[in-house]
């Protein structure tokens, strides 16, 4: 169902590569609740090319962009606002890489070079964003700025690796930034803590199909898909929401907040008989 809710909303949407992409089926919502966007990702995305179908899907342009490069933002965040014809309401920060998981690296044998990668990728992006963002002073009043976390940030699950502490980091910048933008701009930036979702950055962890399965028994809603996820950050994009800032959003079915489930136990039960 739409609502319109984005209605006359500018924004730009960073890291659809293909149709399972979190960005991607938050696109698809944002359009039909009435917003414009321009799509970004990697050079090297584009080359698979799946992106174009979405363009088309949306009526929405492309604009390159290495989210580590400064220069890269710079042209960004200057065409969109002139594709878009002003300001920005909305910016979806959905990246994420770490070089030691694609690897197989273990958590306690890192490639620290690979470390400073997957950081600049998964965390840095963000600031950087927010920063050339801020510096061009390119958002709207009571605009909103989200950007996709994960629990790991806050409990440990070994096999996410570095990610995990990337994205720490990428919630504090949330945070430290979401200070200065509410006071000086009057922009909100919040992070959304997503339930394990196939997609091909999800699919990168060690282990995902134990993970997601895990996670669907502990949940008593089960697990958040994508859908779900765009439909929560349509909310934060909305007018609903406009004082609602600084926050780590958890859409997980309830996990992040339960010990141990019945489904679960029995599980551990029955294979103790
Ligand atoms: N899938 C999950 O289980 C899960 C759970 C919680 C949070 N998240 C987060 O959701 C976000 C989106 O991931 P997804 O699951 O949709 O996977 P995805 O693989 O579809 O998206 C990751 C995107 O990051 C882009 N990217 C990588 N390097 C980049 C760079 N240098 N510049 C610009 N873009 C770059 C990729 O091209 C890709 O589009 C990530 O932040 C991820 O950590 C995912």
Same mark, same amino acid.
């Given at each position: 169902m739409a609502y319109n809710?984005?209605?006359?909303?500018?924004?730009?949407?960073?890291?659809?590569?293909?149709?399972?992409?979190?960005?991607?089926? &938050?696109?698809?919502r944002i359009h039909e609740e009435g917003g414009q966007f321009v799509l970004t990702n990697a050079p090297i995305a584009m080359r698979m090319g799946q992106i174009n179908d979405l363009a088309e899907k949306t009526g929405s342009q492309i604009i390159p962009a290495d989210a580590t490069s400064?220069?890269?933002?710079?042209?960004?965040?200057e065409k969109s606002m002139e594709i878009?014809?002003?300001k920005i309401?909305?910016?979806?920060?959905?990246?994420?890489?770490?070089?030691?998981? !694609?690897?197989? !690296?273990?958590? &306690?044998?890192?490639?620290?070079?690979?470390?400073?990668?997957?950081?600049?990728?998964?965390?840095?992006?963000?600031?950087? &964003?927010?920063?050339?963002?801020y510096k061009k002073d390119a958002m709207n009043e009571w605009g909103s700025i989200v950007a996709l976390t994960y629990m790991a940030a806050q409990r440990v699950f070994p096999d996410y690796n570095d990610m995990a502490d990337n994205k720490a980091y990428l919630e504090s910048i949330a945070r430290s930034f979401g200070y200065f933008f509410g006071k000086d701009k009057k922009v909100r930036v919040n992070t959304i803590s997503q339930s394990p979702t196939p997609t091909t950055a999800g699919q990168g962890v060690k282990g995902f199909d134990g993970f997601i399965a895990y996670a669907e028994k502990m949940s008593p809603l089960g697990n958040a898909t994508a859908e779900d996820c765009a439909n929560y950050t349509v909310a934060m994009f909305s007018d609903l929401t406009k004082r609602v800032t600084l926050q780590n959003l958890f859409n997980d079915g309830g996990f992040s907040n339960m010990g141990v489930s019945d489904m679960v136990m029995d599980t551990f039960v029955n294979n103790q008989e």
């Open positions: 809710l984005l209605k006359g909303k500018k924004g730009i949407i960073f890291g659809a590569l293909d149709a399972n992409s979190i960005a991607w089926k &938050t696109a698809e400064l220069e890269d933002l710079e042209n960004l965040v878009l014809g002003g309401d909305f910016v979806l920060h959905s990246i994420g890489m770490s070089v030691n998981v !694609r690897k197989g !690296r273990h958590y &306690t044998d890192q490639n620290y070079d690979w470390t400073q990668k997957g950081w600049d990728v998964s965390a840095g992006s963000f600031h950087k &964003t927010m920063q050339t963002l």
